[in-house]
């Protein structure tokens, strides 16, 4: 569900490759209802880049390597279930210093494919991700600098 006032904040920044739209949305998860905001830009009808936070409790900022590993396990399953997709590939990497990890799956019997990183901090989750028709459009120079360009907005 979408709604008319925007209370997200400029959390983070991306480059992305046009002007991107703002929502904001509640979702259900297994600890209750969560704030996601999201920017998008759909270039075509096959190429989108989305990126977007989520703030759980405040709990979540002390987890140990075991919790963490869990809370990215099930929020990778949530995006690759909903797309139907089969991750192809999955690396640990740090994004400022953080635990992070990226993904790349294929859904759409390979007709789509998807990549994704995902990080951590205190208790909110950024993700941001590309969505497009061939894996090899993740090594143009626009999604490189998509990926490269992400930095957290310190409060």
Known sequence: RKTEE??????????????????????????????MCMKMVEQ???TAYAGYYVDYPKSYKNLSEEELNYVYEISINVVVGKLKAE??????CTIEGYKAIEFIAKAQEGKMWVKYKLVLVDNRMYMYGQFTEAQ???????????F????????
Not at 87 to 92: D, E, L
Not at 138 to 146: A, L, Q, V
């Open 6 to 35: 925007t209370i997200c904040e400029d959390a983070y920044t991306l480059a992305f490759p046009g002007t991107p739209k703002d929502m904001q949305m509640n979702v259900p998860s297994a600890i209750g209802e969560l704030k």
């Open 44 to 46: 075509s009808n096959t």
């Open 87 to 92: 991750i192809v590939t999955q690396t640990n």
């Open 136 to 146: 090899t459009d993740f090594d143009t120079k626009e999604s490189t600098t998509f």
């Open 148 to 155: 490269n360009s992400f930095k957290i907005v310190k409060k």
